[in-house]
């Protein structure tokens, strides 16, 4: 059984101190900042450049050429820590540190393992839950917290094909969503424009995205709050011309999210974000987080 826990990835950090196993947890990445306090535990893991300074578009071309570098791990820090478990993922190298890290983490601590989470649509989101929590020994806990968590995305949901979603995981250039995305639209009553239920997120053109004629469109930059969403957003989209034309840019139904809590990180804000989008489709509808989701109105 595990003791000493190092985690790589944000949302397995999340899982942790909901778990209420917080005190085995020696390192995280510089990105684990939920809940708060999870934000003061060593980090092992920082990013090769800072994405605060720089707009969507330079963040692009920066991921683009950091290649699998995008993550350093600190090696020191590491071993500081002295993890008897390595959380990991492998399902984006750019979202959170990859397999690759976790590789090198292993040849460095002796006697260490790694657990892997790497969930490609909702489904998968709940099942890691629990699958961490036998991990670490919290079994009862992990039942209980899916359980909830089945339970208020069941509560959020509508039936039949509802409103065209254009979800945007990126908006300088334009990503399409993807994993667990869709099926959380759908979780919510609404039906994915774009993107395919556990297929990655890729790029698009703007033809694409009007070509979709949406009903709704959220914006999600990955990593991104609501206002930093909206920020990125008005900087360009917002200005595009074509984009400007889109039926449901006229009217106004375009939507900035917190991503980086409810829709970036595969994890417990898996139900909050069913609820936001639910929020949107058919307001009032469900209980979402407050501050989550802004409006934009017409351009």
């Known amino acids: 059984m595990a003791r000493r826990i190092v985690s790589f990835l944000p949302s397995a950090t999340e899982m942790i101190y ?3 196993a917080q005190d085995m947890l020696h390192g ?11 934000a003061s535990k060593p980090k092992v893991i920082r990013s090769s450049f800072d994405p605060a300074a720089m707009s969507s578009k330079e963040i692009d071309d920066a991921t683009a050429r950091a290649g699998e570098g995008v993550f350093v791990l600190d090696e020191k820090a590491l071993m500081e820590a002295r993890p008897d478990l390595i959380i990991a993922q492998d399902t984006c190298k750019v979202c959170a540190p990859h397999s690759a890290q976790a590789a090198r983490a292993l040849e460095i601590v002796d006697g260490a393992r790694a657990h892997s989470m790497d969930p490609h649509d909702m489904a998968g989101i709940l099942d890691s839950i629990t699958d961490l929590a036998g991990v670490i020994g919290r079994e009862g806990e992990g039942r209980e917290i899916r359980g909830a968590l089945e339970e208020r995305i069941a509560a959020a949901g509508a039936a039949g094909p509802g409103p065209r979603v254009l979800a945007l995981e990126w908006v300088d250039p334009l990503y399409t969503s993807g994993h667990w995305v869709p099926d959380m639209i759908a979780a919510a009553g609404g039906t994915d424009a774009v993107g395919a239920a556990g297929a990655h997120s890729r790029r698009m053109d703007m033809e694409e995205a009007a070509a979709s004629d949406p009903d709704k469109v959220v914006l ?7 206002a930093r969403a909206e920020s990125e957003y ?9 984009w400007r034309q889109m039926r449901a840019v006229a009217e106004g139904e375009v ?4 991503s980086a809590a ?12 069913v609820e936001i989008i639910a929020n949107i489709l058919r307001p009032g509808s469900a209980d979402a987080p407050r ?3 802004k409006k934009m109105g017409p351009p």
């Open 291 to 293: 501050g989550a989701c």
């Open 234 to 242: 008005r900087g360009s989209l917002a200005t595009n011309v074509r």
């Open 28 to 38: 995280v990445t510089h990105e684990c900042d939920r809940p708060p306090e999870a």
């Open 18 to 20: 909901a778990l209420g």
């Open 255 to 258: 939507y900035a999210v917190d």
């Open 220 to 226: 999600m930059p990955c990593g991104f709050d609501a």
């Open 262 to 273: 409810y829709f970036t990180r595969p994890g417990i804000g898996v139900a909050a974000g």
